[in-house]
């Protein structure tokens, strides 16, 4: 269950390209990452009224640079450099360098499952969003890298951090948000501007990004990383460039070719791989042999339920 519920944010996050497209002001990436953070950082910090303390103040910033300004930043520059579909598979790169990170970060076990899984996710990607006659670009790609890389050393961070005691974990997600778009906004000013005029239309696109596509997203995102593998929530966000396909099939009129359609299933069964390399520990302690008292010995009145 808490798979499905963290899920919900990656297809949230795959309506962003439509609603850019259709509800934002054209080449304000800026302005759109700086008005899906901010605001919503605001409204939750005024609605719980807590602040960070001690070490959760520069644990706030990292996480709000690394999960939401920094990664916000290098998303839109590789868009600009970079086809979208290019950009959508190098940033999509994070599941590998989670599975690399975690080791040291969070002590765990790289299983080889997790790597075939990462591999055949980014090569599902690749066949679901990458068009014939694709333009590379050296600049690109290492800007749609570091993006990746964000977006991996937030999520292992994340984990390893977990949240202050007696703080709602959507409080914690607000100051990401915060100190995130107090990132962006001195690049917004100087590179962007702020614009003249704002139509209803740009109004309502900005209203979901900050809501929907901003709070609630990344509320549900930070709960999945406390509660699920590192590796397994990394993942997830392969279904985000799968459902912006899919919202181009059914609004725009796109249509797709075979091998798209089996990039797509590959990205499934490479998600359903991920999930069960994070069940193995589990599944190892459910085969253990239980503990048999020898003869003689007075039998326990109740044997404790293990945790699942």
Not at 217 to 239: E, H, N, Q, T
């Amino acid at each position: 269950m808490n798979l499905l519920i963290t899920a919900i944010t990656p297809l949230i996050w795959g309506t962003t390209y439509y609603v850019t497209t259709e509800f934002l002001p054209a080449d304000r990436p800026l302005l759109a990452g700086f008005l899906r953070a901010f605001p919503a950082g605001l409204i939750l910090l005024a609605w719980f009224r807590v602040l960070p303390t001690g070490q959760w103040w520069w644990k706030s910033i990292v996480l709000g640079v690394l999960n939401i300004g920094a990664f916000f930043a290098f998303l839109f520059w590789a868009a600009f450099l970079l086809p979208g579909g290019v950009a959508a598979v190098i940033t999509n790169t994070a599941p590998l360098w989670v599975i690399a990170l975690s080791p040291a970060l969070l002590g765990t076990q790289v299983r080889g499952l997790q790597l075939i899984a990462a591999a055949v996710a980014i090569a599902g990607v690749a066949a679901l969003v990458i068009g014939p006659g694709v333009q590379l670009n050296v600049q690109g790609i290492a800007v749609g890298l570091a993006g990746a890389l964000c977006m991996a050393l937030g999520v292992v961070l994340t984990k390893r951090f977990g949240r202050p005691e007696g703080v709602p974990g959507l409080a914690v997600t607000g100051w990401q948000l915060m100190f995130g778009g107090l990132f962006l906004l001195p690049f917004l000013l100087f590179i962007e501007g702020l614009p003249g005029q704002l139509s209803t239309t740009n109004l309502l696109g900005f209203v979901y990004m900050f809501t929907l596509n901003g709070a609630v997203a990344y509320g549900l995102w930070f709960r999945g990383i406390s509660l699920l593998d590192a590796v397994s929530v990394a993942m997830l966000g392969i279904l985000s460039p799968v459902t912006a396909t899919l919202i181009g099939v059914f609004l725009n009129g796109e249509v797709l070719s075979p091998l798209q359609w089996a990039g797509g299933a590959a990205v499934l069964a490479a998600l359903v791989l991920a999930n069960l390399a994070a069940l193995q520990p589990r599944r190892a302690r459910s085969r253990e042999v239980p503990h048999i008292q020898p003869p003689g010995q007075p039998q326990p009145t109740s044997v404790p339920q293990e945790r699942s």
